[in-house]
């Protein structure tokens, strides 16, 4: 089968200056540009085991029917910077993929993958990896360790029921996306977390029951979703959180911070839970606690707010990062007793729907 649709000049020739279009048989310019477009072809296994795949940067397999990736064609991806499988009938991911050194995003959404292989954590140079809608119960152990690059995770809608202790390595995580899962609690020292400006575990109806302290030490945070959970204490750390622009809370049975509270401000609750912290009901917390939030430079005795005004701002289904949306969409709370729904998408369109949450969102701002 000849090769289809390996994009180069022809399509994009715009992107190269004013270079003449090359003719259709030009095979070898093609490839040399290294974008290599598979996705939305019915494919149920790979044509492609003769091409010199190491001028391939960008790899598309989306939206087929693979069950499978031979691990001979990806140990030849040595170049490849960009790899997209979403929405295909993987069960598994070849252990080659280890071999792929430079690549930097990987997306394996929508597909049947209960486990992601340990050599994954040989992907060095991982900055962003989508693994949303699959069977995972479990994460690599030490893929904190690793992935020392690795900017945004997603695993929404999966059945998580741990996040690996070695995540709050993951000093350059931005985005942490892990609603929809399984989730009985969340490592203890986030406080490594220092660029983590976006956190979402919600969902994870009635399986997450408390907050680690240390997420008052998320020095970064803009926008915290812990909604839908059986949460009933806030810990008072949030309220030490100076970026905090987001904090979704519905959907918990909290008794602290209390009703009347909530119905005000994100700064009328940040005010709230600082000075529940200042009092102190833990003498000995409180003093190791304060000391770490005075060494990250959060907490400064005495709270300073700004943009005062108590006004309330809602919004549907805000999100500080548009990239963060890229593959979100409604999903079936799977472990809540619903059985297997199937798919509520199709393989075959990754639009998808429109990525409102399962319930209509009240958030803070």
Known sequence: MEMSRIKGDDHHHHHHGSRPRRSSGDQEEKVRIGTVDLSGMSLDSLPISSLNLSFVS???????????????????????VAMD?????????????????KLKFLNVSGNLLRALPKTIGNCKSLEELNANFNQLTMLPETIGFELTCLKKLSVNSNKLILLPQSITHLTSLRVLDARLNCLRSLPGDMENLINLEVLNVSQNFQYLETLPYSIGLLMSLVELDVSYNKIKYLPDSIGCLRKLQKLSV???????????????????????????????????????????????????????????????????EGSIMAEYRSIDGLAAPRCVGISSPGRLFSTHNTGMLSPRRLFPSRTYK
């Not at 960008?58 to 490849?80: C, F, G, Y």
């Not at 499988?85 to 050194?101: A, D, E, M, T, Y």
């Not at 602290?256 to 912290?277: F, I, R």
């Open 58 to 80: 960008k790899l598309d397999l989306s939206n087929n029917n693979l069950q499978s990736i031979p691990e001979s064609l990806t140990a030849r991806l040595l170049n490849v």
């Open 85 to 101: 499988v979403h929405s295909n009938q993987l069960k598994s991911l070849p252990n080659s993929i280890g071999c792929l050194s």
């Open 250 to 316: 519905e959907g918990n049975p909290l008794v602290s911070p209390p009703v009347d509270v909530l119905e005000q401000s994100l700064q009328v609750v940040k005010e709230y839970l600082c000075e529940k912290m200042k009092a102190g009901q833990n003498p000995q917390k409180k003093r190791s606690w304060v000391g770490k939030l005075v060494k990250y430079a959060s907490f400064n005795g005495k709270m300073t707010m700004t943009g005062g005004g108590g006004r309330r701002s809602w919004e549907k």
